[in-house]
Each structure stands twice: as structure tokens, then as C-alpha cells.
């Protein structure tokens, strides 16, 4: 019963996914099955959902919400059951990698909590965790040198043919040690800046690409004391202990923030988010290992 069950939730998840990329055709070649056999199976969920599962249209389908939460229950649940089977059956593979991508900007506290979790519950199992730019981690994805990558979501050009789960959005901020200049200011003006030293990541990042959008939008050509760095902890030192300003995604800091070692300063631009989320390689089939973990992560995003 387990392995026919599990055989059934891997089929509904490779079913969801590769139709969501492609469509019936698609879906029918993964699963080796006819086009009217993928169409009658998408009619009997959506049966017994009660929902319907997909938006078509002649520009191919997309998943709904309800799709959505079937499939990432179904990602999780097949996850679950591998996992649980091995351990029962004390046949742990010591040999299993899962190998994430994580950009430096989500590779704070909360991420360690997650692989800390995991490495307790799945010793044997070893996590390397690759980190760089989007592209660099989007490329290794493509390669196969990650299973998945942790981050925000890149451009459509650099996504085509892959998968993103948005988890959560996250806003950019603007922080200074709580002694800077800047705080003696009634009102702190983005041309203030330019006056002070900076801290931007590198060019060419999602990051660094929003925030020079945003900064042209308010006049802002750039800034002529500038230190370009995707090192967290160089720029953290920069600022905490060298009176640099730095424009970072609030995650990054928000420990800082709450011991008082870096504070916000009052430039506050809502438009400044970005999607934070899971990408993958549809194409790809994830080990047991991988799905937990991923799905480990997705509970810590929702907490």
C-alpha cells in the first residue's frame, strides 16, 4: 500500500508540474500516458477538489490556487513518505546530498535554523550550500550543481524553462549605525546620501538592478563614495563600526535592527520589494531528501 501510494503521489506531482509548464502534451510524455488519459485525470481531481485545478487558455495553463496548495502538499507528502520509509527501515543513505543554492542575502539566521532542523532529524544526509549571484546559482540550477536555488525571483529571460514558488516578498531598507550623521537630520532626503559613504551590492544583481531603478526614478544617478560588496559580513562591518550607509533587503538585518546594532533611516520606499521564493528545474526529478528540505523551508518562510 505505501509504495503504491507513493507512486501515485509522485505521478499527481509530476502530473501538476509539467502540465503547469506545459501543458497536456507535456504532462502525457513525462508520465508516458495519452493525451486523453492526462485530460481524464485532470477532470477527476478537479472532481474530487471540487475546484477547478487549472486556468486554461490558448496561451497554455496555469495553475490555480487550489492547484497550487495540491501540489505543494502532494511535493510534501511524497517527501514525507521516502524519507519516513527509509528511516523505518534504517536504510538512511549516508551517501545523500542535497545541494542548495542560496543567495548571501537569504543565507541569514533563519536559513541555518532550517539546515540546523534538517541535519538533526537526517544526520547521514550532507546539505552543501552553494551561494553567488542569481545568475551564477541559476546557472549552476541549470547544470545540475544545485537541486534548487533560495532567492529572489530573477528576470523572465533568465527564468525561462524553469520554476519559481514565491514564498514571501521582502522590502529594501536604508541603515546606518545609530549614531550617523544622517539621524541628526529632521528629514533625510536620498541626495543626502551622496554626501556619505555607501554600500551597494555588486552591479548587475537583482538587488543592485532594483535599487538603481528606484534611484533614477527619484533623480539619483549614483553616489561618489561607493563600496560594491555581496559579502554581508564586510558591509555589516562597514557600517556598524565605519559610518558607511548601506541599501539592503531587510532580512539581512533584521537581527541588527533588533539588538540597535544598525537602525533604519527614515527613507522608506514600499515599491522596493522583491519575491522571495524557491526556483527549480521542472525537468529534473528531486530526491527525497531535497523535497524535505525545501519543504522545511517553506514552513519557515510562512512562520
Known amino acids: 500500500m505505501i509504495v503504491k501510494n507513493r507512486v501515485r503521489i509522485r505521478q499527481l506531482r509530476v502530473f501538476l508540474e509539467v502540465a503547469r509548464q506545459g501543458g497536456v502534451v507535456r504532462a502525457a510524455e513525462a508520465l508516458h500516458l495519452t493525451q ?6 485532470i477532470g477527476e481531481l478537479e472532481r474530487v477538489v471540487g475546484l477547478p485545478l487549472f486556468d486554461r487558455s490558448q496561451r497554455g495553463s496555469k495553475l490555480t490556487e487550489a492547484g497550487q496548495l495540491l501540489q505543494r502538499h502532494a511535493t510534501s507528502g511524497l517527501a514525507q513518505i521516502d524519507m519516513g520509509v527509509a528511516m523505518a527501515g534504517n536504510r538512511s543513505n549516508s551517501t545523500d546530498v542535497v545541494k542548495a543554492g542560496a543567495l548571501p542575502t537569504v ?9 540546523r532542523d534538517f541535519k538533526r532529524r537526517f544526520p547521514q544526509t550532507t546539505v552543501h550550500v552553494a551561494s553567488g549571484t542569481n545568475a ?7 547544470r545540475g550543481d544545485v537541486h534548487f536555488v533560495y532567492g529572489r525571483l530573477a528576470a523572465a529571460e533568465a527564468m525561462r524553462g524553469l520554476a519559481f514558488e514565491h514564498l514571501y516578498s521582502e522590502e529594501i531598507a536604508f541603515v546606518a549605525a545609530p549614531d550617523h550623521a544622517l539621524f541628526e537630520l529632521e528629514h533625510v532626503e536620498l541626495a543626502d546620501l551622496g554626501d556619505h559613504s555607501v554600500v551597494l551590492h555588486q552591479a548587475d544583481t537583482i538587488i543592485r538592478n532594483e535599487i538603481d531603478r528606484f534611484l533614477l526614478e527619484h533623480g539619483i544617478t549614483g553616489f561618489g563614495d561607493v563600496v560594491e560588496t555581496n559579502l554581508i559580513e564586510l558591509a555589516r562591518a562597514l557600517v556598524i563600526a565605519n559610518g558607511f550607509v548601506w541599501i539592503v533587503p531587510v532580512g539581512v538585518i533584521r537581527q541588527d535592527l533588533e ?25 529534473i526529478p528531486q530526491s527525497a531528501a531535497c523535497e524535505t528540505l525545501i519543504n522545511d523551508i517553506r514552513v519557515a518562510a510562512k512562520a
Open 107 to 115: 543565507a541569514g539566521a533563519t536559513f541555518a535554523r532550517v539546515v
Open 259 to 283: 539588538r540597535g546594532d544598525l537602525r533604519r533611516l527614515n527613507i522608506f520606499a514600499p515599491e522596493l520589494q522583491g519575491p522571495i521564493g524557491i526556483s527549480t528545474d521542472p525537468a
Open 136 to 142: 551564477e546559482l541559476l546557472s549552476k540550477l541549470r
Open 36 to 41: 486523453s488519459a492526462v485530460s481524464r485525470t
